[in-house]
């Protein structure tokens, strides 16, 4: 079975400045995708952004990136030049292709706090 | 927006009630899931669907039912319904590698 850690619970930054969200996962697949989650307090999970295990090249969206780490088994989060926008629960997941479908193991959570 | 709607966003019910939960999607996605949210344990799957007609457990679905006459829509079903099912609920569906897109999620508590 796969599983999903996420070792910070709360976290912390500075308008403007950059922040690093740790994951990391255990699986035996080989072929897999990982992916990271916003969560603000509407509710509304936002697919922020995503990782296929076969690309060794690292993923970004914007101020969003990411550090795959595929022989560790890390996946972290970095956002650059953080806004208070950015305040909200993030989850990392994890999913395989099962001939089609995909269900996701989520990490408990990081809430990330930005303070003007 | 991904065009999944779910219904209804918060609900108060009795213990040993039986409540469903309605998911609408307007995508013609062939899967669909249910998972519940709870603090401390992320999300959950709790049942999935690959079809009409076709579903599957998850991790956590004692206590609860699902149902697919139609492609758009996915019903969770609690038979009785129990303090401990007090949790957030989401629909999602989702292309194989591309991630899962969410309802609004519902708010359910069993009182």
């Known amino acids: 079975a796969q599983t999903v850690t996420q070792s910070q619970p709360e976290m912390s930054v500075q308008e403007a400045e950059t922040v690093t969200l740790s994951c990391t996962y255990d699986?035996?697949?080989?072929?897999?995708?990982l992916f990271w989650y916003k969560q603000p307090p509407s509710r509304q999970m936002i697919l922020v952004i995503r990782?296929?295990?076969?690309?060794?090249q690292n993923a970004t969206e914007n101020r969003f990136s990411v550090n795959f780490q595929k022989a560790a088994k890390s996946f972290s989060l970095k956002i650059s030049d953080s806004q208070l926008g950015d305040t909200a629960m993030y989850f990392c997941?994890?999913?395989?292709?099962?001939?089609?479908?995909?269900?996701?193991?989520f990490g408990k959570g990081t809430k990330l706090t930005v303070n003007p | 927006d991904a065009g999944i709607t779910q219904s209804p966003r918060h609900k108060v019910t009795e213990t040993g009630t039986p409540v469903t939960l309605r998911c609408h999607q307007t995508?013609?996605?062939?899967?669909m899931y249910w998972y519940r949210q709870d603090p401390g344990h992320g999300l959950r799957l709790i049942h999935y669907?690959?079809?009409?007609?076709?579903?599957d457990k998850g991790e956590v679905s004692d206590g609860y039912s699902v149902s697919r006459s139609k492609t758009e829509d996915f019903l969770l079903t609690l038979e009785s319904a129990t303090s401990s099912q007090t949790s957030v609920y989401f629909c999602?569906?989702?292309?194989?590698?591309?991630?899962?897109?969410f309802g609004q999620g519902t708010r359910l508590t069993v009182v």
């Open positions: 669907s690959y079809g009409v007609k076709d579903t």
């Open positions: 999602a569906i989702s292309a194989s590698g591309h991630g899962a897109f």
């Open positions: 699986t035996s697949e080989s072929n897999y995708y």
């Open positions: 995508e013609n996605h062939r899967y």
């Open positions: 990782q296929e295990a076969y690309k060794q």
């Open positions: 997941a994890f999913g395989v292709n099962q001939g089609g479908s995909e269900k996701l193991v």
